[in-house]
C-alpha cells in the first residue's frame, strides 16, 4: 500500500439533510454525493470507507475493487479509529479523514494539506471567521462573542499515521473530529487556507448550494475519431462490436472494428491522451487480433478515472455495403454496454459516399465518431 492511505467517514444517518435516505447516498448532478467525494481522492492514495453496517452491501456494489470498505461505529470518532486500526501495519506513513458529505474538496486543497504535513505532524484546512459572532439564549442575542482567531473548520485533516493512531487509541470520549484527538495527544496542527466551495452537507438547502457549485465547476470535453478498414477474404465484418455477414472481411491489426476504433479516439481525443495506437502499439504483438473492446473499455475507464462520464456518443459508419440499418440499434447497445453508459447516450447510424471514392468502390469501411465527456 502506497504511504499515504484516505480515510472517509460515511456512517451516518444524515437525517437532518432530509431527502428519505442517508445524505451521502442522495443523488447531486447524477452521481451520489458520496461517489463524488470518492472520486477526489482516489488519486492521492488508497481509500478506506467507512460506511454504516447497514450500507455495507451497497458500498460494495458501487465502490467494491476500489476502496476498502470498513464498518463504522457507535460515534465518528469510533469509526475512525476502526479504519486506522485496518490500516495498521500496512506501511502508511501519513493519512487524510475526510467527510464522506463534503464532495467539493478540490486536489489543490488536498495537496496543500499533504506538503503541511511535511513539516507538521498533523494539518487541517479551516476559513477564518469573518462574520460577527453572538452568544444566544432563548432566542435572544446575550452577548457578542471575539471572532479573534477564530477559524471554521474542514476536512480532509491530515496526520503521520502512527502518531494519530497512537493518539486515537489513547483518548478516552467522544470528539467532533481528528484534530481535537491530536490536540488531546499534544500533536501541533498547522492550519492551511481552506476553501468556501468544500461545503459539508447537511441541511437540505446545502444540496440546493451544490447544485449551483457544479454549475460553476462542469468541465465539458468534445472529441472526434476517424478510421478507415480496407476489405479483404473473409465472410463477416465486426462493426461497433457486433458481427455482421458479409462476403468479405476488414484487415487490420485487431480485428478491424473500425466503428470501435473509431469511437475509442474520439474519447482519447476528448482526454488528450492520444489515439489507439499510443495505449495499444500496433508494433506490440499481444495486440494482434485483439478484440476492439479492450480498447474502448480502456478509454471509457481512463476518462472514469480522470473524472469525466460519458455524456453522449455518435458514430457514424460510411460504407455501401454490408448494410447497417438491420444492425444499428444493437450496434449501439452494445457499445453502450462496454462503455457502461446507458442505452441512450449511444448513436449508430450508417451513410454512404454516393459511389464516390474508396468507400463508393466498395474497397473499405470509414467510420466518424464524437464522444462528449462531462465533469461535474
Wanted: aromatic share 6%; with cysteine.
Amino acid at each position: 500500500m502506497s504511504q499515504t492511505a484516505i480515510i472517509i467517514v460515511a456512517a451516518g444517518r444524515g437525517t437532518r439533510a432530509g431527502g428519505g435516505e442517508p445524505k451521502q447516498w442522495r443523488m447531486l448532478g447524477g452521481q451520489s454525493v458520496l461517489a463524488r467525494t470518492v472520486r477526489a481522492f482516489e488519486p492521492f492514495g488508497p481509500v478506506v470507507l467507512v460506511l454504516h453496517p447497514d450500507d455495507m452491501a451497497r458500498g460494495l456494489a458501487e465502490f467494491g475493487g476500489r476502496t476498502v470498505l470498513v464498518a463504522g461505529g457507535e460515534s465518528r470518532k469510533q469509526s475512525v479509529r476502526n479504519a486506522l486500526e485496518t490500516l495498521d501495519e500496512k506501511q502508511v506513513s501519513r493519512v487524510l479523514i475526510h467527510d464522506g458529505a463534503r464532495p467539493f474538496a478540490s486536489a489543490d486543497l488536498i495537496r496543500r494539506v499533504l506538503t503541511a504535513l511535511e513539516g507538521s505532524p498533523a494539518a487541517a484546512p479551516a476559513l477564518p471567521v469573518t462574520d460577527a459572532l453572538w452568544r444566544g439564549e432563548d432566542g435572544r442575542v446575550v452577548a457578542p462573542v471575539s471572532r479573534d482567531g477564530l477559524y471554521r473548520a474542514q476536512t480532509p485533516q491530515g496526520f503521520r499515521f502512527p502518531q494519530i493512531l497512537q493518539a486515537h487509541r489513547s483518548h478516552a470520549g467522544d470528539a467532533a473530529d481528528d484534530v481535537e484527538v491530536a490536540l488531546a495527544a499534544g500533536l501541533d496542527v498547522a492550519i492551511v487556507r481552506g476553501e468556501e466551495d468544500n461545503i459539508k452537507l447537511t441541511w437540505p438547502e446545502d444540496f440546493a448550494r451544490a447544485e449551483r457549485i457544479l454549475e460553476g465547476r462542469m468541465d465539458i470535453r468534445l472529441g472526434n475519431g476517424f478510421d478507415v478498414h480496407a476489405f479483404c477474404e473473409g465472410d463477416h465484418v465486426m462493426l461497433c462490436g457486433i458481427r455482421v455477414p458479409h462476403d468479405r472481411g476488414l484487415a487490420g491489426h485487431s480485428d478491424a472494428d473500425v466503428g470501435m476504433h473509431a469511437l475509442t479516439d474520439a474519447i482519447y481525443g476528448a482526454l488528450a491522451a492520444g489515439d489507439i495506437g499510443r495505449h495499444f502499439p500496433p508494433s506490440d504483438p499481444q495486440w494482434k487480433g485483439a478484440a476492439s473492446h479492450v480498447f474502448l473499455s480502456h478509454a471509457a475507464e481512463l476518462a472514469r478515472t480522470r473524472g469525466f462520464s460519458i455524456g453522449n456518443a455518435d458514430v457514424t459508419l460510411i460504407c455501401e455495403r454490408p448494410k447497417i440499418g438491420p444492425h444499428a440499434i444493437d450496434m449501439a447497445r452494445e457499445l453502450a454496454r462496454i462503455m457502461g453508459v446507458e442505452a441512450e447516450r449511444v448513436s449508430v447510424k450508417a451513410t454512404t459516399s454516393e459511389r464516390l471514392g474508396f468507400t463508393g468502390r466498395e474497397e473499405g469501411i470509414a467510420a466518424i465518431a464524437t464522444a462528449t465527456l462531462v465533469k461535474t
